[in-house]
């Protein structure tokens, strides 16, 4: 995977709804525009790395690149789960992204707990992960910067 890391930015859009409603991870998700603009060898799976929205602070997150094979989904989609909570949605908003590293290829699940079981161990190894000095510096990273963003309310 030679494009990480690798840097995006684009207008956070509504999903299908499952990430708060079912699974209770809520999740932030890009256009079909820019999901099409990702390079091709960054192969479908579950990534790590630091998010902002708008100019708000940046933090951790763990990052969805595919299909869903629980859900059967047909299109491609990126879906950033954020590891904060916020107040409000921001969809409408600026989220830019910096994906770091790789967890794991995109599976199918006997069930939604067992989804949900791989997610939130997903989400522990992302954050272990960007502890680590050499992802900490990233966070800091003037892409983050937005010369006009948009903020949004922590």
């Known amino acids: ?49 630091w998010a902002c929205v708008g100019n708000g602070d940046v933090h951790k997150m763990v990052l969805s690149v595919g299909r869903n094979p629980f859900y059967k989904n047909i299109k491609k989609s990126v879906e950033t789960h954020i590891i904060h909570a916020f107040k409000d949605d921001f969809y409408g908003e600026i989220l830019s992204i910096v994906i770091i590293g790789y967890i794991r290829p995109e599976k199918n699940f006997s069930s939604l707990e067992a989804l949900i079981l791989a997610i939130q161990e997903d989400i522990e190894e992302a954050k272990r992960q960007l502890d ?17 963003g948009k903020t949004v309310n922590h």
């Open 132 to 148: 680590l000095p050499e992802h900490l510096k990233l966070k800091e990273d003037n892409f983050f910067h937005l010369p006009e």
């Open 1 to 49: 995977m030679r494009h990480l890391p690798y840097f995006c930015r684009g207008e956070v859009v509504k999903g299908f709804g499952r990430g708060s409603k079912e699974l209770g991870i809520p999740t932030a998700n890009f256009s079909e525009q820019v999901v099409e603009s990702f390079p091709s060898d960054i192969s479908t799976g579950i990534y790590y790395g």
